[in-house]
């Protein structure tokens, strides 16, 4: 008998349970029995057959709305080591799996990758995109599912820190989840209208750094201050850690998880940051608050907005369809509307090995509106008299001030501000 397995890698996004909930149906609905896979690879790769259940239509019916998986999710690797892939290899055998649907990012793509080559073609694999990052490349810049929901409620989380630091005249320094990519920092901060978003794709290779990273910053601060205002927001991409010179931190040490990723939320970058921050400030003589705070937790597990719940069935429900008319080895993507598969070697970068990553395109209007609107240093601020006016606001002379801030400019810069 066909049998579907279904599992789920990585961080959660919104919308999981929609690619559940259609794939078991349409793989039911085409006679086959569909079995769910607990935690990811985790029990695949221990060589356990015990955390399986057997999905029944009305299981996943009323599911497709709700936030979190079903299934659980783990950043197990099952290509850890060649043991763990022959553990995985011998439970999807014994369990009678001939299709696998793996429901994840950039590493659990890397992980069925390897997956459908040692099954040499015994086993029909397929993945389908979800991650809030939005750094897979996928067809026609279709985002990610997950990611729209995930910048809705990220938007609605730094509008209200907004209007809180209006009201008691302070300054938030927000980071946001997006490991590689700053789609997810650059999207909340064009939607809310937030003051500044600080993206890794902005700084050359690492090293980066720190301070160049906290005057980017301080600069904006310092504009908003010339300009009257002395309150405002600024996102920080969490991509950002993983460029900052990594001696000018110290001894300041993190782990990596199975896949070979520094975990980020061990750097405590919005910590970093602030602390670096307030220092300035203070040498500056500047009273100013500043309040660090990281979202991406609170938005991972979020109801799905309606566009996310749509997308997901029909990756869902499309990637039944590309396993059971003989297809393997793909990533299942929209394009034009149309389920169109896209290889796993495609995308696979053939210098690393591992999956492509999409990053954002600074040269695209996408990315120029989100500058345009934001408040920070640009190369017209260090003209008389807007230069004067600016140095007065920090303390310092217009010498002191293009001196220290001009790097700054010319290390970021793109496009000229509004």
């Not at 990811?40 to 221990?46: E, P, R």
């Not at 086993?123 to 979800?130: F, M, Q, R, S």
């Not at 209007?163 to 650059?186: F, I, N, P």
Request: glycine content about 12%; hydrophobic content about 40%.
């Amino acid at each position: 008998m066909t049998t579907l397995g279904i599992l789920v890698g990585g961080g959660p996004a919104p919308g999981i349970n929609g690619v559940i909930a259609a794939a078991t149906i349409e793989a039911i609905n085409e006679g086959c029995r569909v079995l769910g896979i607990y935690d990811g690879y985790h029990w695949l790769a221990a060589g356990d057959t015990g955390h399986v259940t057997e999905l029944r239509i009305e299981d996943v019916s009323r599911i497709h709305w709700l936030g979190g998986s079903l299934l659980r999710t783990s950043r197990t690797n099952p290509a850890q080591s060649p043991q763990t892939l022959a553990n995985a290899l011998r439970v999807v055998r014994d369990l009678g799996i001939t299709h696998l649907l793996c429901i994840g990012g950039d590493d659990t793509t890397f992980g069925a990758l390897r997956l459908a080559e040692a099954a040499g073609g015994e086993l029909h694999v397929a993945t389908v995109p979800k991650t809030i990052d939005n750094d897979l490349p996928l067809p026609d810049n279709m985002p990610t599912f997950g990611f729209e929901t995930a910048r809705a409620v990220g938007t609605s989380i730094v509008e209200s820190l907004m209007e809180d630091a209006r009201t008691t005249t302070r300054w938030y320094l927000v980071v946001t989840m997006g490991r590689k990519s700053g789609a997810l920092a650059l999207g909340i901060a064009k939607a809310a209208g937030a003051t500044l978003a600080t993206i890794p794709e902005e700084f050359g290779p690492p090293p980066v750094p720190l301070a160049l990273v906290t005057d980017t910053i301080l600069g904006s601060i310092l504009k908003r201050r010339a300009a009257g205002h002395d309150h405002g927001v600024a996102l920080v991409a969490e991509g950002v850690g993983e460029k900052l010179d990594r001696e000018e931190l110290g001894r300041l040490e993190v782990s990596r998880d199975a896949y070979g990723n520094v975990r980020l939320a061990e750097l405590g970058l919005s910590g970093l940051l602030s602390a670096a921050l307030k220092r300035s400030l203070s040498e500056l003589g500047l009273p100013i608050t500043v309040v660090a705070k990281d979202i991406g937790y609170e938005l991972r597990c979020a109801k799905p907005v309606a566009f996310d719940i749509e997308y997901a069935r029909t990756l869902g429900y499309g990637a039944v369809r590309y396993l059971l008319t003989g297809g393997s080895g793909a990533m299942v993507a929209l394009r034009g509307g149309k389920v169109t598969p896209v290889t796993l070697q495609e995308m696979t970068d053939p210098l690393t090995g591992r999956i492509r990553v999409r990053l954002v395109d600074t040269r695209t209007e996408a990315y120029e509106v989100g500058r345009k609107y934001m408040i920070r240093l640009e190369p017209g601020d260090f003209e008389e008299p807007r230069l004067s006016r600016l140095a007065a606001a920090a303390g310092m002379d217009a010498r002191q001030f293009q001196q220290r801030f001009e790097p700054v400019v010319h290390a970021t810069e793109h496009v000229p501000s509004i």
